[in-house]
């Protein structure tokens, strides 16, 4: 064998390498026994469920099978067992990560996109008043215990992050002042400035005797100027 016979050789070997790894890593990533959320989707955790959903089909390049971007194909079209492939194995991952009582009337859903769209129309509508209520409850009740300050600000901004998915099917009438006024606020930003009040209350009002001088500071002063509690954690760290 010449130099250049063994250059050769090492190349194609380096070659099939290469491709076992990449179909070694699309067996270990592609798994449809895989878990995909920490919790199942029950009737009141749908947006804290799709959130993870999407971060893990979607690092996965899957993302438009939730969508309803990646059409089926005819199946005599040489591209449609492919599709079929990775459809079923994103129907197994929404399947296996539901309550069996809700995952029972997907099994035989024909694709991965109508199960997703069917889900976002049952659990993410306006009038969820139940998880509402629980999530309002929650807030209400928060105390920061034996948690440090930033373990206790994270708890609450999650709950204040799924409050507000609800928030935003609001919709609020559109304000039209003529040319020759100030624009006033509209009412979707004085909602916003309540809520980042009483977000900073709710969270104050969850902190332990420790912090009674810096709770006091904040709320003598004439203006809130903190962003739904988020400026509130670092100022508090000073005291």
Do not use: C
């Not at 190349?11 to 270990?28: K, M, P």
């Not at 609020?172 to 977000?199: C, H, M, Q």
């Amino acid at each position: 064998m010449t130099i250049g016979d063994e250059s050769s050789s090492s190349s194609i070997v380096s070659s099939i390498g290469t491709s076992e790894d990449v179909q070694s890593f699309n067996s270990v990533h592609d798994n449809p026994n895989l878990k995909i959320t920490s919790q199942l989707l029950d009737d009141l955790n749908y947006v804290r469920w799709a959130q993870s959903v999407k971060l893990f089909v979607g690092g996965r390049g899957k993302i438009g099978f939730l969508l309803g971007t990646e059409k089926e194909p005819a199946e005599s079209y040489f591209k449609y067992a492919k599709w079929f492939s990775d459809d079923s194995m994103v129907r197994t991952w929404l399947i296996n990560s539901m309550q069996p009582t809700i995952s029972a009337g997907y099994l035989f859903t024909n694709n991965a996109y109508l199960i997703w769209e069917s889900l976002r129309k049952v659990y993410s509508q306006l009038e969820n008043n139940a998880r509402i209520f629980q999530l309002s409850n929650e807030i209400g009740n928060f105390k920061q215990g034996t948690q440090t300050l930033g373990m206790y600000y994270a708890r609450v901004r999650l709950s204040w992050e799924e409050l507000s998915h609800y928030d935003s099917f609001i919709e609020w009438p559109a304000s039209a002042p003529s040319e020759k006024t100030l624009i006033p606020p509209t009412v979707a930003e004085i909602y916003a400035k309540i809520v980042e009040k009483t977000r900073v209350f709710q969270f104050l009002a969850g902190l332990n005797p420790d912090f009674e001088y810096a709770r006091v500071h904040l709320l003598s002063k004439g203006q809130l100027d903190l962003k739904g509690g988020g400026i509130v954690a670092p100022r508090l760290s000073g005291y």
